[in-house]
């Protein structure tokens, strides 16, 4: 049995996270701001909750205590949260390394260093923390959730317009098998660096306008498909293919699939 804190153990992954690490029999503390109330969507039973916020550094040595690895799946999308994202990650490694943790493992987005967007620079910024940092750590770098694409289609389909990027493919992947990845590594002991990084994929790269196909046959939802251009440093991005990793699908739950269980 490994102690493990899972840091943003209430978002997307983090609570798939702590959902397999106590099925899996190990102790597990979660630190979020807010703690969610029990029988809520958010909440594992069999997890401890602790309420604390890697930016202020409130709460963190409590969650941490006696923890032998911490789990990082904080996120930090906009503006100030954005802007204070890979702080608050070295906040939680420095916090770590007081409280004896002897591994930390964060998880992050495939290739973010080579992206200009701001965004992916605060991910890449982080990843840097990770690496520098004195404990031992590891990366897990994920292609696109399966519910970013859904949510873009479902945001345009309440115009009837279901957007695609042209000339862009997605290998999207399921937080359960992100979560699955995340734990692999937390408990691996035989990691021979101080630092490592192993990236991840969905099981299949299918374009976007396929995507948007089975979305809609599997939701039932209506509209037209339709091809937009998207310009700035992510549509460089996805066209370059930098969101691919054909040799690593590692994920098992296609996206249809993990639509279906929605339904
Ligand atoms: N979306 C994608 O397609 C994708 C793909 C690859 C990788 N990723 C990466 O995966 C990571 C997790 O994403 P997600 O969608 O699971 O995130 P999410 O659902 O937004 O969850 C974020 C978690 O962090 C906690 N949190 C946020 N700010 C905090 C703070 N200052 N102090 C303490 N806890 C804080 C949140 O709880 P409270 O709000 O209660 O604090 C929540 O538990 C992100 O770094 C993201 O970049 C995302």
Known sequence: MTTICVAGGTG?????????????????SV???????????????????????????????????????????????F???QKQFADGGGRLLGAAQLAGVGKAVALSIINCDLSSSAYYASKAAKERRY??????????????????????????????????????????????????????????DSQPENHSMVTIAGPQALTMREMAESWKSTTGARGRIIQLPLPGPMGDFLRAGHNLSPEQPYGKESFVSWLEKRR
């Open 131 to 188: 690496a520098e940092s004195a404990l031992q750590t590891a990366v897990v770098r994920a292609t696109q959730f399966h519910g970013l694409v859904a949510m873009i289609f479902a945001a345009g389909a309440k115009v009837r317009l279901i957007p695609t990027f042209k000339d862009v493919s997605l290998q999207s992947i399921s937080p359960v098998d992100v979560a699955a990845a995340l734990l692999a590594a937390a408990v691996d």
């Open 12 to 28: 997307q992954v983090g609570r798939e996270v702590v959902r397999l690490a106590v099925a899996s029999g190990h102790k597990v």
């Open 79 to 81: 503006g100030k949260a």
């Open 31 to 77: 630190l979020s701001r807010h703690v969610p109330p029990v029988g809520s969507k958010k909440h594992v039973d069999g997890a401890t909750y602790f309420a604390g916020d890697v930016t202020s550094g409130d709460g963190l040595s409590a969650a941490l205590a006696g923890a032998d690895v911490v789990i990082d799946c904080l996120e930090g999308q």
